[in-house]
């Protein structure tokens, strides 16, 4: 299966007074490439909510390499890096309309119940596991 | 009783590249100052959740005056406009450190229990409804 | 002309814990709207913006009428409801996926030059000020 | 110098529908901090950029241990790792008002003048640069 690639259109309110996207933003973009791909696999974040499944973000890393403004198309690649039972490592290529490579990123995910508790995926969702691990990154 | 102004400092990330703090923040100011007023007249909003009454926003206007930016200190004065028995409606007026009148807005809220139902103050918590009451501006 | 509709989806990241988007998201979403808007019409925001003029929020007013929540693809129709020399005002009206009013509101806008000048559309902007009287709901 | 720590009350607007602050805020509390941290140490960075210097995110790293949520004080340890001619990273130590460790996170930033061009903090800042160095953690 082949993931495409999601894009964000650069919003005004998204800027601050350097002139360019706050970095804090990308952070919010990670979050709508995540969603996007939870889409695209069949098992919407919507649906895993209505399981009592959430799942926080444990770890993220980023590295700014180009600035992104009001009005710039983020193209953004998401891989699949990791999946143990309890938890699942993504990272990100995000690229402009130019296709200059404007961030690097990652972030680590575990799953937890309505509880707190962690869920071992591989036991309680073997169908989502299985998914996930076949789309880690060769 | 006396409600103390709020005081917020205008964050850089708060700010777009006109260069002054995004006019969505002051939404956001507003909420702010609510949740300082409602711990001020000790009935903190944490408390009233726990109650398992939300206060939803059912309607806001807002009049910008003059800019604001990164590091200035905006001191909100709030008053109670009008209680009724499920619905408030309170106005902000906004200054920046130099006295100079940044923005005027208002805002109306109902109360909500967790099934969604309006829920009349004057019945199920007549002393909040009461200390409303007498808030309000003479 | 005809101003086609802007959908947005609405983020995770601007739930609160209500479990609601949360209502300072649609004063952005205004501006998501206002940006399309100005592309639909060939005057984009990032042109206007290059000649030297920028259009802040003069002030606003928002009626929520339904919540809306994660997941949700908010329909939002743009309308000009004013144009004078040095300012315009423009209404929205959003729809969730089912059709159901989430939210009315209006916006209303001046037009500044570098220095914070007022800037005279009619004078300054003759094609833009007359695209948009055209545009005026009848 | 002893840095004081930085406090952070988490707002309602914060909070996502998972119930706790969300975690591209805690991105923007690190901006908090660095601001305080340039005001405490007297290099406010309004004033540097009165200068000319900005100085954006290079990178950063975020691990989030413990969630937090509305009325929480998060209490935010800054310190300086490292300081290059034309770079610095810090960490931060984040507590909640009970003490726990809620996030671990550094980042590094580099300074720009206004063309974009890397400024050499040793040569064009001494005293600046003098003044991190000293600050480094032992």
């Given amino acids: 299966m082949t ?18 996207a706050h970095h804090s933003n990308y952070i919010r973009w990670m979050e709508e490439v995540r969603s996007d791909f939870f889409d695209q696999i069949k098992w919407p974040y919507v649906k895993t909510e209505e399981m009592g499944i959430i799942s926080p973000v444990v770890s993220l890393e980023c590295k700014y390499k180009h600035p992104t403004t009001y009005a710039d198309v983020v193209s953004i690649e998401i891989s699949v890096e990791e999946v143990k039972r309890a938890k699942f490592r993504v990272s990100y290529v995000m690229k402009n309309q130019n296709g200059d490579l404007v961030c690097e990123a990652a972030s680590e995910h575990c799953f937890l119940d309505k509880a707190g508790n962690i869920v ?3 036991k309680q969702f073997p ?6 691990l076949n789309l880690i990154k060769q």
């Fill in 120 to 122: 071992r995926m591989d």
């Fill in 3 to 20: 993931i495409k690639p999601y894009k964000h259109t650069v919003q005004y309110y998204e800027t601050d007074r350097m002139g360019f």
């Fill in 127 to 132: 169908e989502f596991y299985a998914d996930m």
